[in-house]
């Protein structure tokens, strides 16, 4: 597999991305039992090229284990959820594929690491346990090498006297948070002007739900900033996406975005049209790699806009408050 894990990675063009995906959808259909047996019952011709491949829909996370037959698990993620939601589970087999593709799309969208200081505001995903995104995070402020870099539950102060340390060294700020506890930040109007802000969530049922447009705005008056970052990542994905001061997310070449048909999910629709989002994620190789999840967005091109959910689906990091 070793060939196939390099190829995911080496992937440059639109040909190269139509090659491997076909090859990891030979694989798992093979291996992974549950995707396997999805595809089975479908009984659709083999596919030829990528709009012909079945995608998985998301909720086989909460249901079913969705990994490769014949390898140990070495943990799971799981998503955050409100008391008494079940929470989705990714089995994770190969932690490096994670790893290795966080840290390449952190470097691309993102920057260096080595050259920054990475704050983290993720108290839910802290107290809730197993979390991917809090996973990632953790292993780029070590890529810090810098002892300002560090997680914060509600310790504000701290949070800010780090920011202005790393400010004062010429140091690049990055802070990763959840929505409601930027906003806790935002309301003490404290002065972050100087860092990307990257947003990785909603409100976890500890404020009322906001547009992602209305929240953007409260956020930048607050904290003195001239946009927000987002992260459009889960659970149930080794991938993520960031979007620009426009809100549009750009992926890594790995990673493509399909809009499905809202009421037929084998038909895909056009650019700029609004329909369900499917993610083809080849770092999940030893999972799924073909996701149909239930937001709603549009594409452009190689990017694309999240504009809410079908439903009241728990997702890690992604910003789906509806507009």
């Known amino acids: 597999m070793e060939n196939l894990e390099n190829e995911i990675f080496s992937i440059q063009s ?3 991305f ?15 039992k549950v995707y396997g047996d999805f595809v089975g019952v479908l009984n659709r011709p083999k596919p030829t090229k990528i709009e012909e491949i079945p995608f998985l829909p998301i909720s086989f996370f909460k249901t079913h284990t969705v990994k490769t037959e014949n390898l140990p698990i070495e943990f799971d993620f799981l998503s955050s959820g409100t008391t008494g939601m079940i929470r989705s589970k990714h089995s994770v087999q190969k932690p490096y594929m994670y790893e290795k593709s966080f840290e ?5 969208f993102i920057g260096s690491p080595e050259d920054q200081v990475i704050l983290a505001l993720l108290p839910n995903y802290i107290e809730q346990g197993n979390s991917s995104l809090v996973y990632m995070v953790d292993n780029l402020i070590k890529a810090t090498k810098n002892e300002l870099s560090g997680f914060f539950l509600d310790d504000h102060k701290g949070l800010v006297d780090r920011y202005l340390k790393a400010i004062e060294l010429g140091k690049k700020v990055v802070l990763f948070g959840v929505s409601y506890a930027l906003l806790d930040l935002a309301e003490m109007k404290i002065d972050l002007s100087k860092a990307q802000i990257i947003e990785t969530g909603g409100m976890k049922g500890r404020r009322k739900e906001m547009s992602k447009e209305e929240l953007h705005d409260v956020l930048k008056k607050g904290l003195n900033v001239e946009y927000i970052s987002s992260e459009y990542g889960m659970t149930e994905l080794f991938s993520q996406s960031y979007s620009d001061k426009e809100g549009v997310f750009d992926s890594p070449k790995w990673m493509k975005i399909l809009i499905r048909e809202t009421n037929d999910p084998f038909h895909f629709i056009e650019d700029g049209k609004t329909g369900g989002i499917n993610v083809i994620d080849l770092a999940n190789l030893y999972s799924c790699s073909f996701i149909e999840t239930q937001d709603l967005g549009k594409k452009f091109g190689d990017s694309f806009k999240i504009l809410g959910r079908f439903d009241q689906s728990d997702l890690r990091g992604c910003n789906l408050m509806v507009e």
Not at 104 to 108: A, P, R, S, V
């Open 14 to 16: 639109e040909a190269d």
């Open 18 to 32: 139509n090659e491997v995906a076909l090859k990891v959808f030979d694989f798992q259909v093979r291996n992974c």
């Open 104 to 108: 390449l799309i952190y470097k691309e």
